[in-house]
T-cell receptor, first 113, second 114 residues
Framework: SQTIHQWPATLVQPVGSPLSLECTVEGTSNPNLYWYRQAAGRGLQLLFYSVGIGQISSEVPQNLSASRPQDRQFILSSKKLLLSDSGFYLC????????????FGPGTRLLVL | GENVEQHPSTLSVQEGDSAVIKCTYSDSASNYFPWYKQELGKRPQLIIDIRSNVGEKKDQRIAVTLNKTAKHFSLHITETQPEDSAVYFCAPSTTGGGADGLTFGKGTHLIIQP
């Protein structure tokens, strides 16, 4: 069966510091991968999605970036965090074509101070 | 891109009563209609979905109905229980489409009153 992991689970970072969040999927090949951000009590905002290694599409202009160095690994990064980057970051995967069922990871709660 | 609206934003019902949440969308090409449930502090999880060739789907106390002509679909929960308290999101999309179709509704906070 497929599983999706995210780490760290919780992170407290100062403004201006770098960020690296990691997501890995097991039990499937060539998944579509997604990064979402959820502000407290709010909906899900799609940040990036990837249909293959090295293929990243960005949905929202921001100071974040994403990379997919391996088939089942998706990384969210920032060189300098802003206060507004605080939130719950969720990685998700889907099989086959974009628009299919998405399965979410446990999320990373990021607090920027 | 897809314009998605969910109503109501908050719904409070007595335990045992039914709850209905509606999702309207703008892209007539949408052909996949899922509902996700997110409990406090946890990840969203798919609870039911429907494809555009079907009008209704049921799974025990949960059902989804689709009206493609009017471009809306609804989540129905019968005999509500305390564990149904959560935020529910719809996410209509087009299989094979681009990320324009990956739009989640803003969520409905369902509160089950004992």
């Amino acid at each position: 069966s497929q599983t999706i992991h995210q780490w760290p689970a919780t992170l407290v970072q100062p403004v201006g510091s770098p960020l690296s969040l990691e997501c890995t999927v097991e039990g499937t090949s060539n998944p579509n991968l997604y990064w979402y951000r959820q502000a407290a009590g709010r909906g899900l905002q799609l940040l990036f999605y990837s249909v293959g290694i090295g293929q990243i599409s960005s949905e929202v202009p921001q100071n974040l970036s994403a990379s997919r160095p391996q088939d089942r690994q998706f990384i969210l990064s920032s060189k300098k965090l802003l206060l507004s980057d605080s939130g719950f970051y969720l990685c998700a995967w889907s099989a086959g074509l974009v628009g299919a069922t998405q399965y979410f990871g446990p999320g990373t709660r990021l607090l920027v101070l | 891109g897809e314009n998605v609206e969910q109503h109501p934003s908050t719904l409070s019902v007595q335990e045992g009563d039914s709850a209905v949440i509606k999702c309207t969308y703008s892209d007539s090409a949408s052909n996949y209609f899922p509902w996700y449930k997110q409990e406090l502090g946890k990840r969203p999880q798919l609870i039911i979905d429907i494809r555009s060739n079907v009008g209704e789907k049921k799974d025990q106390r949960i059902a989804v109905t689709l009206n493609k002509t009017a471009k809306h679909f609804s989540l129905h929960i019968t005999e509500t229980q305390p564990e149904d308290s959560a935020v529910y999101f719809c996410a209509p999309s087009t299989t094979g489409g681009g990320a324009d179709g990956l739009t989640f509704g803003k969520g409905t906070h369902l509160i089950i009153q004992p």
